[in-house]
């Protein structure tokens, strides 16, 4: 650090604020304020350190109170998420308990590549008063805490002992936020003795910052080997991954797809790239896919990956791409998902990639494909089949996809859907009609049950302006909603449509299609003849438990009770839940997909290692893939 004249003496805690308040990204010329708040939960680990700062400083830094820790970093990865990666909370806690429940929140941003600032509080580093409440001890190493449970789940960690270690920490800290490639969950851990220790800290510290986010262009050699692998494909398929979201480039992927006649299927983080019914959308890609998609994946002898991290669901566990020849070009800013599956890795930004690529096609006299007729066969095909599963009726009460069916057509278009985990992210992945980008928020990286809720609020919050809905089942539900409260206390609306079917209904069916009778996933009483969770099912009532946090409740039964509730919901000025009672069992199956689970070898159940032999053939037929 270079020595300067002119300081100011401050606490840590009040420096990392005036440090942070002052960051700004900019992305395409445009200077954009990169730490709009801080999402916290105070304790002794953080009230009179960064609580005490929070409350003095004179900053732009709004302050959330979060109800849950966990909760709120998923708010706070939502937000960001939705944001595009170039706005974020940071979240502080105490230490101990505190710091722990961030933890899976903290792999949930990571996984998904999603910039979040945790500050979790830590032991004294004085050791003074040792063992303070709640500390960890581990006799092995007196250095561990609670806080380097984050190391395996963080793309930067650090602790501060000493208050002038904060200039560096931070300084490293932005540089993995903003980097779209490494971005990902960042832990400062702050000791709690050190928060309220003063340092003369260089005024240079805390002026503006803007961090440049510069477009990475393919480099020409990989452009020429590209242009020239397309050139001898006959079937390109194109992926449509996250990346292509983030970096903005679904005009690009638009214009590229039409010019050269190249069909578009998308994955999770990718849904929205491309309107519902654009002629060569053909849909989700994999074990949630469609059937249009997955039987263009499995003729394709070119795969051209924009911003995917080919995860098992979007491969169906490396058996999507059937064809012998098919070989893979993978545009994405990130070099651990541009070398997967052998492909021809161009590392970089994805609208750049797509403009130079199109660029040399266009030089090279490459005129694309034939496939249309090929195309739009399957995407009508598999319109009718949403169509039909949208119109389901079940003598014995509402299909799941017959209750999606009617959200998709009665909700704004522009208003923006949250799911996470269940049988729900599939069938929307599969179903849902999405018509602009940015309105279909699905966390399906880490698939986290919980995030629904506390991920609508954080939506809600980059968002305001729309309308905003967690779809989510009653397991997830149940597992968190803290932040529910939080959206009311903050005045920013949103919309829960509670899917009840009595439990871990995904699970449960997974376990019936490899040979289990089902166990331990449905929300039933013991039963006292037996002993045995094969009971009634139990008696929730959501309607009540949301009113009783102050939220406007119904319960919709029926098509035409549904349909009323979403009316009169969009009419609400709070937030609100729409308890949607559905059969189980009535979600939507794959489609030219499979997926790779262990099922056990031996087991007193033949259905089982029936199962086990028919899971072992598919491996078998996978190897060298």
């Known amino acids: 650090m270079i020595l300067e004249a002119s300081t100011t003496r401050l606490t840590m805690a009040q420096a990392l604020l005036r440090f942070l308040d002052q960051q700004y990204i900019r992305v395409d010329g445009q200077d954009i304020k990169f730490v709009r708040g801080v999402m916290g939960i105070f304790g002794h680990g953080n009230v009179t350190g960064i609580g005490e700062a929070l409350e003095r400083e004179k900053t732009e830094l709004t302050f959330i109170q979060g109800k849950n820790e966990q909760g709120m970093v998923h708010a706070a990865t939502a937000f960001a998420k939705q944001k595009n990666r170039r706005e974020i909370y ?115 510290f805390f002026e503006r910052r803007v961090h440049v986010m510069d477009r990475r262009p393919p480099s020409n050699e990989v452009l020429s080997r590209a242009v020239e692998l397309i050139q001898k494909k006959k079937k390109p398929l194109i992926i449509a991954g996250g990346g292509v979201l983030y970096a903005n480039a679904e005009q690009e992927l638009i214009s590229f797809a039409e010019a050269y006649d190249i069909p578009v299927a998308e994955t999770q983080a990718g849904k929205g790239s491309l309107p519902w019914n654009h002629p060569l959308n053909v849909g989700a890609i994999g074990v949630t896919g469609s059937l249009a998609a997955n039987l263009l994946a499995k003729e394709a002898d070119l795969i051209i990956g924009i911003g995917t991290r080919y995860s098992d669901f979007t491969t169906a566990s490396k058996s999507a791409f059937a064809n012998e020849d098919v070989q893979m070009i993978n545009i994405n800013i990130n070099g651990l998902d541009a070398v997967k599956l052998n492909g021809l890795n161009m590392v970089c930004d994805a609208k750049k990639g797509l403009l130079a690529l199109a660029l040399e096609l266009n030089q090279s006299g490459y005129q694309g494909t034939a496939q249309t007729e090929d195309i739009y066969a399957h995407k009508e095909e598999w319109n009718r089949e949403i169509d039909r599963l949208y119109a ?11 209750a999606l069916g009617i959200i998709n057509e009665w909700i704004d278009p522009s208003a923006i859907i949250v799911c996470a985990a269940g049988s729900l992210p599939g069938d929307l992945h599969r179903l849902w009609k999405v018509a602009y980008p940015k309105t279909y928020h699905m966390e399906y990286g880490f698939s986290c049950m919980g995030y629904e809720v506390s991920g609508a609020f954080g939506v809600a919050l980059a968002e305001p302006d729309k309308e905003v809905y967690a779809i989510v089942g009653d397991g997830s539900y149940l597992l968190l909603h803290s932040e529910f409260i939080t959206s009311i206390q903050e005045s920013r ?58 939220a406007v409740a119904y319960r919709a039964s029926s098509a035409k009770e549904l349909q009323s509730a979403l009316e009169q919901a969009r009419q609400e000025s709070i937030s609100t839940l729409i308890e949607i009672p559905v059969v189980p069992g009535t979600n939507s199956s794959g489609y030219e997909s499979w997926w790779n689970v262990g099922v056990p070898e031996v087991s007193s159940n033949e259905s089982v290692t029936n199962a086990h032999l028919k899971m072992k053939r598919m491996v078998d037929g996978l190897r060298g893939r």
């Open 90 to 204: 940071a979240c502080t806690t105490s230490i101990g308990p505190g710091a722990l429940n961030m933890v899976t929140a903290a792999a949930t941003a990571t996984v998904n590549r999603i910039p979040v600032l945790l500050l979790p509080g830590d032991n004294f580093a004085s050791r003074q008063p040792d063992p303070v409440l709640q500390q960890l001890e581990i006799v092995s190493d007196y250095n561990i805490s609670a806080t380097d449970a984050f190391k395996s789940v963080s793309k930067y960690w650090d602790r501060i002992v000493r208050p002038e270690q904060l200039i560096t920490a931070l300084e490293q800290a932005m540089r993995i936020l903003m980097d779209p490639a490494e971005t990902g969950a960042v832990t400062i851990a702050l000791p709690q003795d050190v928060q309220a220790e003063a340092y003369d800290y260089p005024n240079s």
């Open 392 to 402: 389901i009726e079940n003598p014995t009460g509402l299909a799941q996809t017959r």
């Open 493 to 550: 609306k949103i919309t829960i449509l509670l899917f009840n079917n009595h439990g871990y209904q995904c699970i449960h069916n997974l376990q019936r299609e490899h040979g289990s009778d089902g166990f331990g996933n449905e929300f039933r009483y013991r039963n006292p003849l037996d002993g045995k969770l094969n009971g009634d099912y139990i008696a929730l009532d959501f309607v009540k438990h949301a009113q009783s946090l102050g």
